[in-house]
Antibody, heavy 124, light 109 residues
């Protein structure tokens, strides 16, 4: 079965760079149509999509955050890494990684499997 | 950029009741690529519906989705105690790739 798990620091200081790792199993990011995304959720607030990486290394970012985000993959380790620069207290949130439903290379898909999430607090 | 509006913000209901949640888009949702998620406190979201009306794997048939264009609905035919949660709609497949609505909380009356 498909599982994902996020890892990374629980506390970062303002202006620092956040690096989060998503380690997954049950699928391969070399399979045509596969994709992994990052979504965050500030405490008590709604979900906010951040980034997505596809099997072919195509990448998509939330436009308002694009300058701060980098998503990469390591297919040998079954990992996807998200970096976010210049962290601010408003970036305090639970960060989730999720598997994009794979119905084919050209068919868009929602997120059908999610990690448990990791809470990142930005504070000095 | 499309904006998704969900109504109502909060719904207070009793087990056994029928629930209808609304998701309205400011622009047409391409190919009805509209999903619904359920999220309980302290848990990750769970995919319920995709393609506006297709149930995800393992989702009970009391959950159904409908709609097209800019107006979409999630219906729970008969509320079970485990259905009290926050429900999010999501557009996918356009630019930006994913957009979530603000959510509707269904709580116990």
């Amino acid at each position: 079965q498909i599982t994902l798990k996020e890892s990374g620091p629980t506390l970062v200081k303002p202006t620092q760079t956040l690096t989060l790792t998503c380690t997954f199993s049950g699928f391969s990011l070399t399979t045509t149509g596969a994709g992994v995304g990052w979504i965050r959720q500030p405490p008590g607030k709604a979900l906010e999509w951040l980034a997505l990486i596809y099997w072919d290394d195509d990448k998509r970012y939330r436009p308002s955050q694009k300058s701060r985000l980098t998503i990469t993959k390591d297919t040998s380790k079954n990992q996807v890494v998200l970096t976010m620069t210049n962290m601010d207290p408003v970036d305090t949130a639970t960060y989730y990684c999720a598997h994009r439903q794979n119905s084919g290379a050209t068919v868009p898909g929602p997120f059908d499997y999610w990690g448990q999430g990791t809470l990142v607090t930005v504070s000095s | 950029e499309n904006v998704l509006t969900q109504s109502p913000g909060t719904l207070s209901l009793s087990p056994g009741e029928r629930v209808t949640l609304s998701c309205r888009a400011s622009q047409r949702v391409f190919s009805n690529y509209l999903a619904w998620y359920q999220q309980k406190p302290g848990q990750a979201p769970r995919l319920l519906i995709y393609g506006a009306s297709s149930r995800a794997t393992g989702i009970p048939d009391r959950f159904s989705g409908s709609g097209s264009g800019t107006d979409f609905t999630l219906t729970i035919s008969r509320l079970e105690p485990e259905d009290f949660a926050v429900y999010y709609c999501q557009q996918y497949g356009s630019t930006p790739v994913y957009i979530f609505g603000p959510g509707t909380k269904v709580d116990i009356k």
